[in-house]
């Protein structure tokens, strides 16, 4: 089973700030296998990025994604109020969808 | 609108049994993949069980496996999850979730394992 693990853990940043959360892979992951998910409390995971780089439909260009192999990165370039949330990664392998422990990007 | 509307969560003893339910609209439900996945109160997500649109493909985590069923009625656009011999460690928001596969335009040949759409989450808390 492929582990994912983020990082940091929680990310204390200011509204116009940017934001760069790492997902990290035990063993090597296919691209078109990672995405990124944010998570507002009391509220379902949306999608933000597939691919590892490819935005969602309606995700601002302030999001964006980078990485391959096992490195893996998704970028704020502007944080906005509305950003504070919890953001997951997660892949696909071996019959088995995995995510990583989130990271918290808070005020 | 493209939408998943669970139901069924409740609160059940140890050992007790419950289904799930997840309607779908907006969409051709048939033409894809569902997963269930889970959210323990405070803690992250934890992918359930994956069904191809035929039905033919399953796959569930080594946690729940050997207790739970997931099955899809493609007449009533309904993805469902049975839940057998619940135990403490399954209370859970439990989210139906739509797996995007091929993309579109430049990406039209690529599979994404990958979940597009949501539903608002269903609670199932095991206690005594």
């Known amino acids: 089973e492929i582990v994912l693990t983020q990082s940091p853990g929680t990310l204390s940043l200011s509204p116009g700030e940017r934001a760069t959360l790492s997902c990290r892979a035990s063993?090597?992951?296919?691209?078109?296998?990672l995405a990124w998910y944010q998570q507002k409390p009391g509220q379902a995971p949306r999608l933000l990025i597939y691919?590892?780089?490819i935005r969602a439909t309606g995700i601002p260009d302030r999001f964006s994604g980078s990485g391959s192999g096992t490195d893996f990165t998704l970028t704020i370039s502007r944080l906005e109020p509305e950003d504070f949330a919890v953001y997951y990664c997660?892949?696909?392998?071996?019959?088995?969808?995995?995510f990583g422990p989130g990271t918290k990007v808070d005020i | 609108e493209v939408q998943l509307v669970e139901s069924g969560g409740g609160l059940v003893q140890p050992g007790e049994s419950l289904r799930l339910s997840c309607a779908a609209s907006?969409?051709?439900?048939?033409?894809?993949?569902m997963n269930w996945v889970r959210q323990a109160p405070g803690k992250g997500l934890e992918w359930v069980s994956y069904?191809?649109?035929?039905?033919?493909?399953?796959y569930y985590a080594d946690s729940v496996k050997g207790r739970f069923t997931i099955s899809r009625d493609s007449a009533k656009n309904s993805l469902y999850l049975q839940m057998n011999s619940l135990r403490a460690e399954d209370t859970a928001v439990y989210y139906c979730?739509?797996?995007?596969?091929?993309?579109?335009?430049?990406?039209?040949?690529?599979?994404?394992?990958?979940?597009?759409?949501w539903g608002q989450g269903t609670t199932v808390t095991v206690s005594s």
């Open positions: 691919g590892a780089s």
């Open positions: 907006g969409f051709t439900f048939s033409s894809y993949t």
């Open positions: 997660q892949q696909y392998g071996n019959s088995l969808f995995t």
């Open positions: 069904i191809s649109s035929s039905s033919l493909t399953i």
């Open positions: 979730a739509r797996v995007l596969g091929y993309g579109s335009g430049s990406y039209s040949g690529i599979y994404f394992y990958v979940m597009d759409v």
């Open positions: 063993q090597s992951v296919s691209s078109s296998y």
